[in-house]
T-cell receptor
Framework: NAGVTQTPKFQVLKTGQSMTLQCAQD?????MYWYRQDPGMGLRLIYY???????DKGEVPNGYNVSRLNKREFSLRLESAAPSQTSVYFC??????????????FGPGTRLTVL | AQSVTQLGSHVSVSEGALVLLRCNYS??????LFWYVQYPNQGLQLLLK??????LVKGINGFEAEFKKSETSFHLTKPSAHMSDAAEYFC??????????FGAGTTVTVRA
């Protein structure tokens, strides 16, 4: 089992370019998440999908869109990249337990630089 | 909204010494609490979690954490640091929704 996979691992964009980050999981989890990690700020939630067919905004959604393509895949799109979106992006998955978020399993991350 | 505070962004310990990482949370109800570890250029990996069972929780690699409701704390300890413990550690809390709230992280350096 691969767990949670993310592509690409690294990406350099110019300001204004667009791209899609891909995430796939083979853990049969219902919920999927996109975070960004910046030095000294921990992980901040961008968007999440509680179950297939639903998506919701997290703490820092501006400048991003998401698609829950099916139960396995959850993509994050930057329509017009800005230098402030330079970050490390992580995808995570879980199955909620009695309405509470249980352990989230993380992918290896995508390092994005916007020039 | 619940929040998590990790005291100290950097901790330096000698090999063989006690590792103590502090985490306090704000929540009006008993939460689920987590400690994650992130090694350089990797994703986050679960160290341990508290889900309202025993208050002293044992995790991987010799780490443990104690839930203290009266102090709203969930500090992480390891009796004897190893060079391989050098990493960044994150405390996180979950309360009655689909989301985790993460602390800012503590970077641990281990001196030989």
């Amino acid at each position: 089992n691969a767990g949670v996979t993310q592509t690409p691992k690294f990406q350099v964009l110019k300001t204004g370019q667009s791209m899609t980050l891909q995430c796939a999981q083979d853990m049969n989890h219902n919920s999927m998440y996109w975070y960004r990690q910046d030095p000294g700020m921990g992980l901040r939630l961008i968007y999440y999908s509680a179950s297939e067919g639903t998506t919701d905004k997290g703490e820092v959604p501006n400048g991003y869109n998401v698609s829950r393509l099916n139960k396995r895949e959850f993509s994050l799109r930057l329509e017009s990249a800005a230098p402030s979106q330079t970050s490390v992006y992580f995808c995570a998955t879980t199955n909620p337990t009695s309405g509470l978020t249980d352990t989230q399993y993380f992918g290896p991350g995508t390092r994005l630089t916007v020039l | 909204a619940q929040s998590v505070t990790q005291l100290g962004s950097h901790v330096s310990v000698s090999e063989g010494a006690l590792v103590l990482l502090r985490c306090n949370y704000s929540s009006s109800v008993p939460p689920y609490l987590f400690w994650y570890v992130q090694y350089p250029n990797q994703g986050l990996q679960l160290l341990l979690k508290y889900t309202s069972a025993a208050t002293l929780v044992k995790g991987i690699n010799g780490f443990e954490a104690e839930f203290k409701k009266s102090e709203t704390s969930f500090h992480l300890t390891k009796p004897s640091a190893h060079m391989s413990d050098a990493a960044e550690y994150f405390c996180a809390v979950s309360v009655n929704d689909y989301k985790l709230s993460f602390g800012a992280g503590t970077t641990v350096t281990v001196r030989a």
